[in-house]
Structures are given as C-alpha cells and as structure tokens.
C-alpha cells in the first residue's frame, strides 16, 4: 500500500468527549480542509473516558482530505490545578493567592 502524502499538521485543544464542531473548533477545521463532522466523532469517541477535561490533539491531514488524530495529556497548567485541588490560579499575580493560603490584601 502506498504511503499518503501529509497535506498539513495542526495542534488543537478541546474539552475531551464535549467537543463540538460550533466556534472556535469548527471554522479552524474546516479552513484546514478536515470535516467537522467526522473530526468530531473521531475525537468524542476517543476522549470519553476524560469527560470535560482539556485536552490536545495532533491533527495530520493528508492530499486526499482524510486524517488521523493523536491525543495528547492536558497542559501542565490543568494537570498542576486538578492536582493542588483548586479552580483557578490568582487573579492578581503579584499577590500570593491558592487553594490554601488565607487572603492577602
């Protein structure tokens, strides 16, 4: 079998299961000549299992406008909140601020 000539490779990051093709996810893929539609089920197929969390992804198309996809991990910033137990980092970033430490005006 011959090998497909790769068109184009792209990173994105989408909320894994809950993917959908409305902005910005949808015009990104379909500007790089990759369906929607497909992508869609493709990847909600492949991240049910991590339900919510963002994750990335490696899309390579090829000439004959199929493609593969290649989950990657959350970004290290998720990875580091989900560990510490905390929804966001601080707002302020000159003043310390977590989960933990007491409010600090």
């Known amino acids: 079998m011959a090998k497909k000539e790769i068109s184009q ?15 910005p996810l949808g015009p990104v893929l379909g500007s790089k000549g990759v ?11 492949a991240t049910a299992n991590i339900k919510g969390k963002i994750v990335g992804c490696i899309v390579t198309v090829y000439n004959d406008k199929s493609f593969e996809l290649e989950i990657k991990s959350s970004p290290a910033s998720i ?27």
């Open 35 to 45: 369906n929607p539609g497909q992508f869609i089920q493709k990847f909600n197929a």
């Open 79 to 105: 990875l580091i909140k989900e560990a510490a137990g905390i929804e966001s980092g601080s707002a302020f970033p000159t003043r310390p601020k977590s989960a933990r430490s007491p409010r600090v005006r």
């Open 9 to 23: 490779q792209f990173k994105i990051m989408a909320p894994g299961g809950m993917a959908t093709p409305a902005p």
